[in-house]
């Protein structure tokens, strides 16, 4: 198998490291927090004027216009992963949001949300998970109903990430009653301050509101806001779920993680002896090491099915596992590696990486549940990658 990369790309990753090299000095850091912060606002333009992020994207909405590449635009997240400079701007707007208007939106809806969202100037959320509607999301029960030219929205969504924050939510409703449970959804659009729309935080593990639940009480928005067609949202829902699920399992984030660790092993002492000279965590970091390297290769099949147009089938499936599993484990090392201070939370004199590596730890718990559980993943693997019988259901009573 040749793995080297042509002149051409050769000369393009030492261009794009160039670049960043050289621009560091603009980059945001950990004290640049809040979603519209000014320097990561400026950060995100920068970066897309040298098509380092929304590269594909077409100019007259906001991106840098360029003709698709995969291999630069794997070529551009190594180099974020290589170099730790601060990483384009994410998240379920840009990530998920973006991409799904590209291939489903209207020219008017493309129009009026994808360029503020790349900029980092209108945040979004995602009205997916409901009570008793998670990894069974199509039973939700949020309705739409028709008036005039206008759905009048009943119900409520849970675990809804940044709703506090949001501009706008992507919202799955039900808009027709008695289809069956798969068909009747529709995925619409609206502002997150119309009336009638209360949001409550949801404190999780890492002590924030990372989540919400939000409440909709006769809250009128214009049909204008469907994404593709009315009664058929299911399938916008999956295109972005696939989005998402990428979001999650990204092997650049996760290499970029493993080095932060591996340079915290190397300057950390623990008895005057560098944590990374300890055999038994050695062992660990290296074990690691091997499910870094695997979750890469992984993604150049990925790759390489997306360069012949093709399904990925089982490589594509399994990547959200992986990846928030990996990323978990990777905090559990550093925590288990500080040794008393790994158990640090908070503010204090002693805290390393300004508590990044618990709060990680305890967030990304979370994320293995999120965005599908692991279990759910399982039988998703098993069943449509590996040809298993599907699980049986409980007998009807």
């Avoid at 499910?291 to 360069?307: I, K």
């Amino acid at each position: 198998m040749e793995l080297s990369l042509s002149p051409e790309y050769e000369a393009f990753r030492q261009d794009v490291n160039r670049i960043l090299t050289e621009n560091a000095h603009l980059a945001p850091g950990p004290e640049d927090r809040g979603m519209k912060n000014p320097k990561r606002l400026a950060w995100q333009k920068f970066l897309i004027e040298k098509g380092l992020t929304a590269r594909t994207i077409p100019k007259e909405y906001g991106g840098y216009g360029a003709e698709p590449d995969l291999l630069k635009s794997r070529i551009i997240a190594e180099e974020f992963a290589r170099t730790g400079i601060a990483r384009p701007m994410g998240g379920q707007g840009i990530s998920m949001l973006v991409p799904t208007l590209l291939e489903l939106g209207t020219p008017e809806q493309k129009e009026a949300y994808i360029r503020p969202t790349l900029h980092g100037e209108m945040i979004w959320c995602q009205g997916y998970s409901e009570p008793g509607a998670g990894s069974d999301l199509a039973a939700l029960r949020t309705a739409a109903v028709e008036d005039g030219d206008d759905f009048i929205i009943n119900g409520q969504k849970i675990w809804t990430s940044t709703a506090k924050q949001a501009d706008m939510i992507f919202c799955l409703v039900r808009t027709d009653p008695d289809a069956k449970k798969h068909h009747g959804i529709s995925y619409v659009l609206f502002p997150m301050d119309t009336p009638g729309i209360e949001v409550r935080p949801l404190v999780d593990m890492t002590e924030n509101a990372n989540f919400n639940e939000v409440f909709f009480t006769d809250v009128r928005v214009p049909q204008s806001g469907i994404v593709f067609e009315k009664n058929k949202g299911w399938q916008v829902a999956n295109a972005t779920l696939t989005h998402e699920r990428g979001m999650l399992g990204d092997p650049n984030a996760t290499k970029a993680r493993f080095l932060e660790l591996v340079e915290l092993m190397k300057k950390e002492t623990m008895n005057g002896e560098r944590l990374i000279d300890n055999p038994l965590l050695r062992d660990r970091l290296v074990k690691l090491q091997g499910e870094v390297y695997a979750m890469q290769a992984n993604g150049l099949r990925v790759t390489t099915a997306r360069l012949k147009q093709e399904s990925a089938g089982l490589a594509g499936l399994i990547v959200k596992l992986q990846g928030c599993e990996l990323n978990h484990q990777i905090a559990g090392l550093a925590i288990d590696a500080l040794g008393e201070l790994g158990i640090l939370y908070g503010d204090g004199d002693h805290l390393r990486a300004d508590g990044s590596w618990q709060w990680r730890y305890m967030y990304d718990l979370g994320l293995i549940i999120g965005g599908g559980t692991a279990q759910i993943q399982k039988n998703i693997i098993s069943e449509r990658g590996l040809g298993m019988p599907r699980e049986p259901k409980p007998a009807k009573v």
